[in-house]
C-alpha cells in the first residue's frame, strides 16, 4: 500500500537554528498538510497546500515557518529560527481529494529544539 | 468557537473486552475521520465517516451528523489495540484543515 514517507525519524537542533522537514506524500495525491504534536496533546494543523500554494494556514503558522514543493514528488517544512516551543511531533499528511477525503499521514519527524 | 470533544479519556480493557468510544463535536460538518495513533507514533486512518455506519474487522464506526457526534466501537479487543484513538472533524465553512480532539487512550491488557 502506498504511504507517505518522512525524513528524518528525529531531528536535535539548537535554538535559533534552522530546520528542514522531508516528506514524499503519495503520489498521485493532490493536497499536503502539515500537523504538529506536542508531547501529549492533540494534534494540531499547521498548514494546506494545493496547486503549488498554501490554502490555509494557522496562526502557529508564522514568519518563521515556510513550505515547498521543490520537485513533483518532496514537499518540505522549513522553520528559519527555532524555538525551544518549536519541539515537536512533525506530521506531513496527503490526500487525494483534500478533506473531503481520507488523509494519509506519515510517521512524523520528532523535533527537538534545545 | 468550533470544539471536538472525545470521551473517555483514559480505558483500560482486557483483552477480549468490547468498548465504545465517543466523539462528540459542536457544529455541522463535511467529514469526519477516525485514526489511531499506535505506541510508536503513528496515526493510521480508521475511517473516513461523514455518516452512517461503516465496518473493518473488529472496528466499526457510527456517525450521527445531525445529533453531532460519532462512536468507534471496538469488539474483542487485543494488545494490538493499544494506543490513542483520535477523531478529526473537518467543520464546515470551507476551511481545509481537520480538527482533532484530545484523544481515548486505550490500553488492552493482556
Known amino acids: 500500500e502506498p504511504e507517505v514517507t518522512q525524513t528524518p525519524s528525529h531531528q536535535v537542533t539548537q535554538m535559533g537554528q534552522e530546520v528542514i522537514l522531508r516528506c514524499v506524500p503519495i503520489?498521485?495525491?493532490?493536497?499536503f498538510y502539515w500537523y504538529r504534536q506536542i508531547l501529549g496533546q492533540k494534534v494540531e494543523f499547521l498548514v494546506s497546500?494545493?496547486?503549488?500554494?498554501?490554502?490555509?494556514k494557522s496562526e502557529i503558522f508564522d514568519d518563521q515557518f515556510s513550505v515547498e514543493r521543490p520537485d513533483g514528488s518532496n514537499f518540505t517544512l522549513k522553520i528559519r529560527s527555532t524555538k525551544l516551543e518549536d519541539s515537536a511531533m512533525y506530521f506531513c499528511?496527503?490526500?487525494?481529494?483534500?478533506?473531503?477525503?481520507?488523509?494519509?499521514f506519515g510517521s512524523g519527524t520528532q523535533l527537538s529544539v534545545l | 468557537g468550533i470544539q471536538v470533544e472525545q470521551s473517555p479519556p483514559d480505558l483500560i480493557l482486557q483483552e477480549g473486552a468490547n468498548s465504545t468510544l465517543r466523539c462528540n463535536f459542536s457544529d455541522s460538518v463535511n467529514n469526519l475521520q477516525w485514526f489511531h495513533q499506535n505506541p510508536w507514533g503513528q496515526l493510521i486512518n480508521l475511517f473516513y465517516?461523514?455518516?452512517g455506519t461503516k465496518q473493518n474487522g473488529r472496528l466499526s464506526a457510527t456517525t450521527v451528523a445531525t445529533e453531532r457526534y460519532s462512536l468507534l466501537y471496538i469488539s474483542s479487543s487485543q494488545t494490538t489495540d493499544s494506543g490513542v484513538y483520535f477523531c478529526a472533524v473537518d467543520f464546515k465553512g470551507g476551511s481545509e484543515k481537520l480538527v482533532f480532539g484530545k484523544g481515548t487512550k486505550l490500553t488492552v491488557n493482556p
Open positions: 503520489s498521485n495525491h493532490l493536497y
Open positions: 497546500f494545493y496547486n503549488n500554494e498554501i490554502s490555509e
Open positions: 465517516i461523514p455518516s
Open positions: 499528511a496527503s490526500s487525494l481529494g483534500g478533506t473531503n477525503e481520507k488523509l494519509f
